[in-house]
């Protein structure tokens, strides 16, 4: 055999060799690449979403919240908004006026940003022996690009958590709830994946032994959460001996119980509008057969400015003899018959005002011997909900202390009165009082019930959704309106329940019962105008008695005293006995 042939025998063989090559190749790759792992690593900073060195991610129980904690100083801050929302609404911050207060029910702590102190009981009428000032290793609260930052070392002072940061990156552990875990531990090394798939990024290795807490397990893959707080996705066949353990709940914080002045019967409120002082003298022709009230509640105290300034026209002696009749007195304090307007925002937001303003009421409770604070503030802006609700808990922590029964009273809830708050009313207040009138007011509205039976018995519900019933007080009208509706404007005259009686006797007009409203009707025409009064009686008055009777509510109030027919006492008695 020549060379020549040999090496043309030889050369079929090579490409045999390379067609099988290749087919082994064909079939055997796509095999690797679905069956092989990657082992590209994740960047955390990038997987976190991180655009700042101090940022650290939340993991509240298995769940990555959106919000992010900051690292400054090696010392770990929440935002004050996420601490109310995931830890304890009773923190305020405000940035304007440089604090962050915490309020219990017996207690208000404060501490000031950028200092590494705090001082407890820092409220309003405090004994001096109980101001207390607590040093720490670390600043409280800071404020950073206009955020407030409160410290979780602080917040651990007043709430029940846990929590724990890990670095590279910043991450943080938090518990606020401790039920059934089930964890898992590597039967040999793995790796924890942004995806369920053996082509995704790795995040961390798992090593062999190591446990995992499972949040979910879904087939071939598991999402897993490791003991330094990374959750992604394992290979369910690499966790082995599944246990059910169950946390240990933190109860280092014990809050102190709201303690309430609710009366074991019913409250029968009736507020007396005072304007000048002389009008004190008055009030027992006013209260001649009111037998059934056990509460007066009369407008002697008016805010005057924003410093928390107080003008009163209280009386000694008022107080004295509706104590000698066995009748409480709740003075009523209000912002809305100062002199000349001032800033709301001001007053609420600022501590030394607020606490200037709780000074002054808990000076005129003790000067005049006042049982109770009656809270009517209707012109807060809708912006400082939130001052005027730490406001409220400072004033009930005070009224608490000095044995003052704290109402406050609301207009039947509104999409625009929703920033009062009415769930922390219920919680730190004796009594939430419903204004449950002026659904329809002249001038503003078409022709309508002053407080049809569908308006009470919407706020009655609307208020139980967030104030126990126990502590609900409704208030009734003790007027009406007379409609006058001409050349296609209507307007309206509010006069009482006599002056109603006596117009509608001098033109001989028959009422008419209203199923829709639970009132009397009354309707007229003369020299081309339209009357139409719907009538507060007690028929009307009877009709939702009936509806708060079967609510089970605190009480019964009435707006206002001199307006009110005198069978009218009568009804109430039977709603208040």
Known sequence: MTRGTAGRKRFPAVIVIIILLAAVIFVVWPLYERYSYSDERADLRDHFGFTREDEAAVLLGDEQISERARVFDGVCYLDADSVKKYLNDCFYANAEDGVVLYTSADEVVRAEFGKTSYVRHAEAGAAAGAVKTVETDFVCCRTEEGVSYIALDYVKNFANFSWELFTEPYRVQMYTEWGE???????????????????????????????????????????????????????????????????????????????????????????????????????????????????????????????????????????????????????????????????????????????????????????????????????????????????????????????????IDDAVPRERTMHYNRTVQGEVADYVVIMGYDEHIGGLDEAGSVASIGFVEEGIRRTLEEVPARKVVNAVPFYTRIWTTKDGASDAAAVGQKTQREWIEKRGLTPEWDEETGQNYVEYEEAGAFYQIWMEDAASQKTRLDVMRSYDLGGAAAWRLGLQAPEIWDVLAGYCK
């Open 181 to 407: 875990i089930r964890t898992a531990a590597l039967n040999r090394d793995a790796a924890l994946r942004t995806e369920k798939s053996r082509k995704s990024a790795v995040l961390t290795d798992l090593r062999r032994g190591a446990l995992v807490t499972i949040i979910e397990e879904n087939g071939e893959w598991s999402l897993v959460k490791t003991a330094d707080a990374l959750v992604g996705f394992a290979e369910t066949r690499r966790l082995s001996g599944s246990e059910i353990k169950t946390g240990v709940p933190v109860t280092d914080y014990a809050a102190p119980p709201y303690t309430d002045l609710v009366r074991d019967g019913k409250v029968c409120l009736v507020w007396h509008q005072v304007a000048v002082r002389d009008a004190n003298h008055f009030i027992w022709d006013m209260m001649d057969g009111a037998y059934p009230v056990n509460v007066l509640s009369p407008t002697w105290l008016r805010v005057t400015d924003a410093s928390g300034a107080l003008n009163s026209i209280a009386s000694a002696d008022y107080v004295a003899q509706a104590h000698a009749r066995g009748i409480e007195v709740w003075a009523l304090v209000s912002d809305f018959e100062a002199s000349e307007p001032f800033d709301r925002h001001e007053l609420l937001s600022q501590s030394e005002s607020r606490k200037t303003l709780i000074e002054n009421l808990l000076a005129a409770a003790r000067e005049y011997d006042l049982d109770g604070i009656n809270l009517d503030f209707e012109l807060v802006p809708s912006g400082d909900g939130a001052h005027f609700t730490q406001f409220v808990r400072e004033l009930s922590v005070a009224c608490r202390h000095a044995g003052l029964v704290f109402s």
